[in-house]
């Protein structure tokens, strides 16, 4: 089930956050991982969350700004069982999600988004906050 998140949810969007990023993002380096996790919840005040719940547990999120995927985070214990792929669908047929920003170094996350339609129209050598780690704008074909 999709629903939308609020302020209560947060602890848990930490925890599957921190998941995710372990289990995909083994180039960050350590102070950049505690850096995103420290201000990773004053983020979600940018964007509309919507999250994915499994028997009751939040499990996946994202997060919408105008028509764009900011963020999208899978628990690790549940990747791989269509829990992205149903928020990116809900995003584009019902919240008009067209693009995507994608850490370049994130190959599996990079060929998910291209598997679901989404091609690379541009490349930036710096993330958001100004960290080397390049960054693939991606939108849907």
Do not use: C
């Not at 991982?33 to 994202?62: C, D, H, I, Q, R």
């Amino acid at each position: 089930m999709i629903r939308p998140i609020d302020t209560t949810d947060y602890p848990r969007l930490l925890h599957i956050w921190e998941s995710a990023v372990l289990a995909t993002h083994d180039f960050l380096k350590p102070e950049d991982f505690a850096y995103y996790k420290e201000n990773l919840p004053s983020y979600f005040a940018f964007v509309t969350l919507w999250g994915y719940e499994v028997e009751g547990e939040l499990v996946g999120f994202m997060g919408i700004a105008a028509n764009s995927l900011e963020m999208l985070f899978i628990d690790e214990a549940t990747r791989g069982r269509g829990v992205g792929k149903a928020l990116i669908h809900y995003g584009i047929q019902k919240q008009g999600v067209t693009t995507v920003e994608v850490n370049e170094q994130n190959a599996q996350a990079v060929g998910f988004y291209e598997h679901l339609g989404f091609k690379v129209k541009n490349r930036m050598e710096l993330d958001g906050q100004g960290k080397p780690y390049p960054i693939l704008q991606l939108e849907l074909a």
